[in-house]
């Protein structure tokens, strides 16, 4: 069983819709969770890191996180071309993280 | 602040050529650092990390290596690269949230 898991899409929305990324994990001792966005050809930028359960918001990003359904979400409000990429889900164990293999999004404009 | 350096940022290599990559970190001292390897498409694979000076641990058996001889330089390394070595690799760094290099993509030949 993968420690992290993510559709791989693509998804694909119009310019100024919500879009939502989905990930699942499968160690209970799972600590932190980060999104990160990665373009093309690029390396890995976080955007966000959520610790407990609920909802955290950011701007136009908002994160959810509920550890009894061992799931991790991510919503972009008001999508934009430029969030086109891809999108990794990672969780942390100590000094470990794992990454899920990615989301592609595309924003349609 | 904090920065991250990794060179080069391409390379292109013959089969069972040597290789080093180098990674250095600026603004903070004892950092945790990190080795992924991102083949074409899949997820990232962590290779090795540091806790500090010397402690190398491995995650995937393979004809690579690390080696940290400073604080804040985390080199990989191979004797004879193979064409399977070929990939997007990461250097990171990071307690308790990582924050990548800029990435070397590598292309054995």
């Known amino acids: 069983q993968k420690e992290v898991e993510q559709n791989s899409g693509p998804l694909s929305v119009p310019e100024g819709a919500i879009a939502s990324l989905n990930c699942t994990y499968s160690?209970?001792?799972?600590?932190?969770f980060f999104w990160y966005r990665q373009y093309s050809g690029k390396s890995p930028e976080l955007i966000m890191s959520?610790?407990?359960?609920g909802d955290k918001e950011d701007g136009r990003f908002t994160a959810q996180l509920n550890k009894a359904s061992q799931y991790v979400s991510l919503l972009i409000r008001d999508s934009q071309p430029s969030d086109s990429a891809t999108y990794l889900c990672?969780?942390?164990?100590?000094?470990?993280?794992?990454f899920g293999t990615g989301t592609s999004l595309t924003v349609i404009p | 602040s904090q920065t991250i350096h990794q060179w080069p940022a391409t390379l292109v290599q013959p089969v069972g050529s040597p290789l080093s990559l180098e990674c250095t970190v600026e603004g903070t001292s004892n950092p945790n650092l990190y080795w992924y390897r991102q083949a074409a498409g899949r997820g990232l694979q962590l290779l090795f990390y540091?806790?500090?000076?010397?402690?190398i641990s491995s995650e995937v058996p393979q004809n690579l290596s690390a080696s940290r001889p400073q604080d804040r330089q985390f080199i990989l390394s191979s004797k004879k690269l193979l064409l399977s070595d070929s990939g997007f690799y990461l250097c990171a760094w990071g307690t308790g949230v990582l924050f990548f290099g800029q990435g070397t993509r590598l292309t054995v030949v």
């Open positions: 990672a969780v942390a164990r100590g000094n470990q993280f794992y």
């Open positions: 959520i610790y407990s359960n």
């Open positions: 540091s806790v500090g000076i010397g402690q």
């Open positions: 160690d209970r001792g799972s600590q932190s």
